[in-house]
């Protein structure tokens, strides 16, 4: 391998080194986010929709698996459903990516704010109640 080859994998390898955490994070956020919609789809189906008791358990196990409610936007089907009506539970964020954080304050501010994934997870399942 000449020179010149080993210079462009020295960028190539920085990139998967700064990145690799924020990747990390995304995923793991982006599995909460399809647990908790999982959860609250099965809740809402055996209930007949959003009740009371469903907010409840649903807040809390937002609060165990540290959900910001404040960061995120919840939108989901209202009241009571009854079959053969479908209920729906979608939850959203945008992550911002904090790798540019290594390259100073400036670079972190002007990449940051406008390097933004976003955070989506949906269900929809048939209500249960009759």
Not at 53 to 65: C, D, F, G, L, W
Not at 71 to 78: L, P, Q
Not at 80 to 109: D, R, T, W
Request: no cysteine.
């Amino acid at each position: 391998m000449q020179s010149p080859e080993k210079l462009l994998w020295i960028p190539l390898l920085a990139f998967f080194l700064f990145f690799t955490p924020d990747i990390i994070t995304y995923g793991q956020w982006q599995w909460k986010a399809n647990q908790l919609t999982d959860f609250a789809v099965e809740r809402m189906a055996s209930s007949g929709g959003w009740t009371d008791t469903v907010e409840q358990e649903v807040t809390s196990k937002m609060e165990k698996m540290g959900f910001d409610k404040d960061k995120w936007i919840i939108y989901r089907t209202e009241g009571v459903v009854k079959a053969p009506g479908n209920v729906q539970f979608q939850i959203s964020s945008k992550y911002h990516l904090k790798a540019f954080g290594i390259f100073g304050e400036k670079m972190n501010k002007a990449m940051g704010d406008s390097t933004v994934l976003t955070l989506l997870a949906n269900q929809q399942k048939s209500s249960q109640i009759y």
